[in-house]
């Protein structure tokens, strides 16, 4: 079988990706953040190996290495699960049964490859890759191998993308408790990668799984790489430089429905006129990076009352409680001023026009612009 050039090239320079965040991840500090990061990009070149085996044809001398990638691959999901427990999580590690689970995925796969692991010789496994000389009993041993584990790496893998995206929704939400601005903690382009691999993934299973049955079309194996290498560039760059979050910026939302209010309505009274004072008279959402803690000091009351009555109270978080009085101080400069909307943006207290861009018409229903043009 010739070299198929195009394939062989993308998954090359994926394989450089992959080690030039393996030694830069390695200089940094040993915490667990990078040492699952660490785990999840040797999986990643394992994986990108398998890939190169075949399209290099490099199968060809040694054949008896077919599908060894399989089990590890089957711990992608894990590690991309686990690399987000890690950097988003307050808890110091994950339960041990968290692991058991992790490892069941890749036990599944090799049971399902005994058949082809040991019951075919690797002159059989080599005579499969020709269909003039594959064994029509061996190549039904052989699909049903790959299809199979390609299933269980879909559903498996469809787990751990579903936990991880739901441990990222916990954190924006236990963010949105503590700050008024979340973007540089958020970890918003970690939710981009894992929508955007999930995609990628499941083109490539498919991909993968059509091609037993004689389906191509004129992507075949280059589209899916060229998608998957983009991803992995963007993951690894964000990934290396991201910095280690302290615990308060880390965890799971608190359950506003579970809470059992400890205050009585009086005293959630007085804390709620209490920040109504401290807003409109100190202005104090102007601040840029304005937390829970600082407002805390400001009107003398502890962070647990404060999120309280704002949950309890006046049902709402610190997040929007903070930048409702941003975007009414914006429409009122936005209907007397003629300054311009990202200068309003900084001055009202957020610290991007994007950002305020979107919060505004999430209020309003209209962009700043559109507000103002209206008025």
């Not at 089990?71 to 992608?76: A, G, K, Q, S, T």
């Not at 039904?140 to 579903?162: E, H, K, P, R, S």
């Not at 991007?352 to 999430?362: D, G, I, L, Q, V």
């Amino acid at each position: 079988m010739a070299v198929s050039v195009a394939p062989t090239v993308i998954y090359s320079c994926m394989l450089g990706i992959v080690l030039f965040a393996l030694l830069e991840n390695t200089n940094k500090a040993r915490k667990r953040q990078t040492v699952y990061l660490q785990a999840l990009l040797t999986f990643l070149l394992v994986h990108i190996l398998g890939e190169l085996y075949i399209y290099s044809g490099f199968y060809q001398y040694a054949p008896a290495l077919a599908g060894l990638q399989f089990p590890v691959r089957m711990l992608l999901g894990p590690a991309l699960y686990l690399y987000a427990f890690a950097t988003m999580s307050p808890e110091k590690k994950p339960a041990r049964k968290t692991y058991f689970f992790a490892l069941s995925g890749p036990l599944v796969v090799i049971l399902v490859m005994l058949p082809f692991l040991f019951g075919i010789t690797s002159e059989e496994k080599l005579a499969l890759a020709d269909p003039a000389t594959r064994d029509p009993v061996l190549w039904q041993i052989a699909v049903y191998t790959c299809l199979t584990t390609m299933l269980v790496f879909v559903l498996f893998t469809g787990i751990y993308f579903w936990l991880t995206l739901r441990l990222h929704t916990q954190h924006r939400l236990q963010l949105m408790e503590r700050y008024s601005s979340i973007e540089k903690r958020s970890m918003d382009w970690f939710k981009v990668v894992l929508l955007l691999w999930g995609a990628a993934w499941l083109m490539f299973a498919t991909e993968y799984s059509l091609s037993f049955f004689g389906y191509k079309w004129a992507g075949s194996g280059i589209a899916i790489p060229l998608i998957e290498a983009v991803i992995l560039l963007f993951f690894a760059h964000y990934a290396v430089r991201q910095p280690v979050l302290s615990e308060t910026e880390k965890g799971k939302a608190s359950n506003k429905a579970n809470r059992k209010p400890q205050l009585q309505s009086e005293r959630m009274q007085e804390i709620a006129a209490a920040l109504k004072s401290v807003m409109l008279h100190e202005q104090l959402f102007m601040e840029e990076d304005l937390s829970l803690k600082k407002l805390s000091e400001a009107i003398s009351v502890s962070e647990n009352h404060i999120s309280e009555t704002l949950s309890q109270f006046i049902n709402t978080n610190f997040f929007h409680f903070v930048n409702g009085y941003r975007i009414e101080a914006a429409k009122q400069l936005l209907s007397e001023s003629e300054k311009q909307v990202t200068q309003i943006a900084f001055e009202v207290g957020f610290n991007s026009k994007s950002t305020f861009n979107t919060a505004f018409k999430k209020s309003t229903g209209l962009t700043p612009s559109a507000f103002r043009n209206a008025q």
